[in-house]
């Protein structure tokens, strides 16, 4: 069991991504999980609005699990990815608001987690990047076309390209975020002040609210196919087994392009 919810009498919603000793990174199983967790959560009439967050103190999500994406081979990589884009977007179309409450790593596979989400309201500690380049790869849950609505065209490709990392003051400034508080514990307490504000308003005008949003960007399903195709096109290169064995031998990579 990877994940952990618990839900108040206001009809909050939390869920709490477990893995604090690979910092929370994404792997089949967690992912299998909120897939039902969160199914459940857009069916329940109790759930009125939810938190996504990290267990532990270092991090949101560091991202796929690296280890775990060594294993696959490309077919199963390019299924991995549209899963993943497909849950992601079944969040991103969640009738019920969906707040990303973040504290520490917010990276990779982690960073589109985030943005599929409503809103984000981060710690001052908090890192997003899209470091995926480091791994010889590409985001491959949708960031290249999340972070691109989120900070416009010019800055997502700095940010892809070069795979830095930037602090939550500066992602809120970029629109990455919507606010930056000092603790974890505010950051809680003023994602429940905006869901318990929503849901005093009709429920059906919400779901619309997030509905008629979404639909303006309906043209990038183009976008989220051609991500997957080439994140699976990366996995069949030396480059991608060089990135992810510098990772795990915690070494810098060489790449060749081949
Ligand atoms: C698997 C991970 C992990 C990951 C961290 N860990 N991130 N394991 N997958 N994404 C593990 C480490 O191996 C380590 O385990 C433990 O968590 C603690 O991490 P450290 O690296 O020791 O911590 P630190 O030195 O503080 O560095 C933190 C960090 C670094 C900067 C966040 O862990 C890091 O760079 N992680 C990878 C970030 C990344 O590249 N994400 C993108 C992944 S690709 P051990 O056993 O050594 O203690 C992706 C693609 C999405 O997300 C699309 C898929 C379709």
Known sequence: MYIKTSLNNDGILTITLSRPEALNALNSALLK???SVMADAFSNKNVRGIILTGDGDKAFVAGADIKELTALDPQQIFELSVKGQQLFKSIEDSPKPVIAVINGFTLGGGCELAMACHMRIATEISKFGQPEVNLGLIPGYGGTQRLTQLVGRAKALELILTG???AAQEAKTLGLINHVVATKEEAMILATKILDKIATKGPIA??????????GFNFEQQGYETEAKLFAECSKTHDFKEGTTAFIEKRKAQFKGE
Do not use: F, H, P, Y
């Not at 919400?206 to 639909?215: F, G, H, R, T």
């Open 206 to 215: 919400v779901a619309n609210v997030i509905k008629s949003v979404n639909a």
């Open 164 to 166: 830095d990392m930037i």
């Open 33 to 35: 999980e909120l897939s």
